[in-house]
């Protein structure tokens, strides 16, 4: 069975297109423990005790999930989209969209990288901690600057794929 990312994807982009697909699948497993961990603060709270310091910890769990989905969505396509203003497009003008896309995608997604390891640095220099867990919260921009550094790859992998649509090859 293929994976959704990988879609006919060989070589070096094949192999981003499933480390990108099981990333997703942490994302969502993530995303999965959050709802978990909320589900035993609210029983805990009418039963027993309350999860303490649930609500850092789903900030920061959602934080890093979403930022799991954001190399897949690129590599399938599935970020959102205004189709109401390119209904009437043409086939070339869709293929220049999406080109453009993958262009502002790759860019933003550096740019990104960038300023996200610099927080890194400053939220590790200056020590910050959740207030309750005393999560330090360094610790979260880790694998968000992997997803971002996924970002990029798959960028560049649609940047790629986009350009030889452009140019009428496969």
Same mark, same amino acid.
């Given at each position: 069975?293929?994976?959704?990312?990988?879609?006919?994807?060989?070589?070096?982009?094949?192999?981003?297109?499933?480390?990108?697909?099981?990333?997703?699948?942490?994302?969502?497993?993530?995303?999965?423990?959050?709802?978990?961990?909320?589900?035993?603060?609210? +029983?805990?709270?009418?039963?027993?005790?309350?999860?303490?310091?649930?609500?850092?910890?789903?900030?920061?769990?959602?934080?890093?999930?979403?930022?799991?989905?954001?190399?897949?969505?690129?590599?399938?396509?599935?970020?959102?989209?205004?189709? !109401?203003?390119?209904?009437?497009?043409?086939?070339?003008?869709?293929?220049?969209?999406?080109?453009?896309?993958?262009?502002?995608?790759?860019?933003?997604?550096?740019?990104?990288?960038?300023?996200?390891?610099?927080?890194?640095?400053?939220?590790?220099?200056?020590?910050?901690?959740?207030? !309750?867990?005393?999560?330090?919260?360094?610790?979260?921009?880790?694998?968000?600057? +992997?997803?971002?550094?996924?970002?990029?790859?798959?960028?560049? !992998?649609?940047?790629?794929?986009?350009?030889?649509?452009?140019?009428?090859?496969?």
């Amino acid at each position: 069975m293929a994976l959704a990312a990988r879609r006919g994807r060989s070589g070096l982009a094949g192999a981003a297109a499933t480390v990108i697909d099981a990333w997703a699948l942490l994302g969502g497993l993530t995303l999965l423990a959050v709802v978990a961990m909320n589900v035993a603060s609210v +029983i805990g709270g009418v039963v027993w005790a309350p999860f303490p310091g649930d609500f850092e910890l789903t900030q920061i769990g959602v934080a890093v999930a979403a930022f799991a989905f954001l190399p897949y969505c690129e590599l399938t396509g599935a970020n959102v989209t205004a189709d !109401i203003f390119t209904a009437g497009a043409g086939r070339r003008m869709l293929a220049m969209f999406k080109l453009l896309a993958s262009v502002v995608a790759f860019l933003f997604s550096l740019l990104l990288v960038w300023r996200m390891y610099g927080g890194l640095l400053d939220q590790k220099e200056y020590n910050y901690i959740t207030a !309750i867990v005393e999560f330090p919260i360094w610790v979260a921009f880790v694998p968000i600057l +992997i997803s971002l550094a996924l970002l990029a790859t798959a960028a560049a !992998i649609t940047l790629g794929e986009n350009s030889r649509g452009i140019a009428g090859r496969p």
